[in-house]
């Protein structure tokens, strides 16, 4: 399946501190106009799909990628950016980029190598009470990669592409990392990770990919 990816990067005056989920309150706020970009219905519902929009930011670098219907929403609003405010604070933008590219989603017959660069959060309330009753490395592993697999089928489903052959993963180098989201404390990893399936670099997988968690490149890009 073919897809459309925007990736905008912008510099500002100084480095950019804060969180992406206030990066996508600043969006929420000023573009309310677009369900895309903060996912709410009109009836204070959520958009439970994959996220077409989604909000990072890695090493101090703000970044939004659009995904089909979210890169045209892009396209039409990066124009009126001069300037963003994260949290507490107001940056000036001094440099916008975007970056077009038509990526594959797929499922591959060779296993590829990733890195997650923000934290992935897999485990749901019922998984987590699973994970630590398990008592071994090899089951917890197991259990992360079938959450891995499940992760790609739901984000397949969602784009309409409809997966056909089987996919495999393979957890590689992986820690657990405590990290927050909504100020809430929360549970996630961080590592590589290997699958037969094309992910394009900074997409999110997992949950509160619109967020910024779990956002992957692959390993040698």
């Not at 994959?50 to 939004?64: D, N, R, S």
């Not at 396209?75 to 405010?85: A, H, M, T």
């Not at 809430?184 to 394009?200: A, D, Q």
């Amino acid at each position: 399946m073919k897809v459309k990816t925007l990736i905008f990067s912008f510099v500002c005056d100084k480095p950019v501190e804060g969180k992406a989920e206030w990066f996508r309150g600043f969006f929420a706020e000023h573009f309310k106009e677009y369900t895309l970009v903060h996912h709410h219905l009109w009836d204070n519902r959520f958009y439970y799909s994959f996220p077409l929009i989604q909000y990072k930011v890695i090493e101090g670098k703000p970044l939004v990628i659009g995904i089909n219907e979210g890169a045209e929403i892009l396209q039409r609003i990066y124009p009126e950016l001069s300037c963003i405010r994260i949290g507490p604070r107001e940056y000036q933008i001094t440099e916008k980029t975007i970056i077009i590219r038509t990526d594959d989603v797929v499922v591959k017959q060779e296993l590829e190598s990733f890195s997650f660069l923000t934290p992935w959060l897999a485990l749901n309330e019922k998984n987590y009470e699973k994970y630590q009753k398990f008592g071994s490395w090899e089951k917890r592993k197991e259990l992360l990669e079938s959450i891995l697999i499940g992760n790609l089928l739901s984000m397949s489903k969602s784009l309409g592409y409809t997966v056909t052959d089987p996919i495999r993963a393979e957890i590689k180098n992986i820690k657990e990392v405590r990290t927050k989201l909504k100020d809430i404390p929360m549970f996630g990893f961080l590592g590589t990770f290997s699958v037969n399936f094309e992910i394009p670099d900074y997409w999110g997988i997992g949950k509160s990919v619109s967020r910024g968690f779990g956002t992957v490149k692959k390993v040698g890009w």
